[in-house]
Nanobody, 124 residues
Framework: QVQLVESGGGLVQAGGSLRLSCAAS????????MSWFRQAPGKERMLVAA????????NYDDSVKGRFTISRDNAKNTVYLQMNSLKPEDTAVYYC?????????????????WGQGTQVTVSS
């Protein structure tokens, strides 16, 4: 059974930092893409950052470029999202998602596995 377990969310002041972790288990993700999405109240789930497990290719939404960094630890089967210079508009539930193929999709509907989500709240 595939499991994605997120951790690291919380409350932080604007300008602060958080690091989210997504621990994956249950299958081999070597040929997969792993992504972080976020969903704010009343808004659609949107892609924040993504990485392909095999070669580490990355993709970022323009709103987080230069502030967020996605990375992976193959030995730990874990993907991270380092979030710096946080803004109140970054407040959302952040979800880890995995795709069976090493293809980064913008659409949440095309991902095969999801974590339960972790709340990130940035106060002004």
């Amino acid at each position: 059974q595939v499991q994605l377990v997120e951790s690291g969310g919380g409350l932080v002041q604007a300008g602060g930092s958080l690091r989210l972790s997504c621990a994956a288990s249950g299958r081999t993700f070597t040929n997969s893409a792993m992504s972080w999405f976020r969903q704010a109240p009343g808004k659609e789930r949107m892609l924040v950052a993504a990485i392909t497990w095999s070669d580490g290719s990355t993709n970022y939404d323009d709103s987080v470029k230069g502030r967020f960094t996605i990375s992976r630890d193959n030995a730990k089967n874990t993907v991270y999202l380092q979030m710096n210079s946080l803004k109140p508009e970054d407040t959302a539930v952040y979800y880890c998602a995995a795709n069976k193929l090493a293809i980064i999709y913008n659409s949440a509907a095309l991902y095969d596995y999801w974590g339960q989500g972790t709340q990130v709240t940035v106060s002004s």
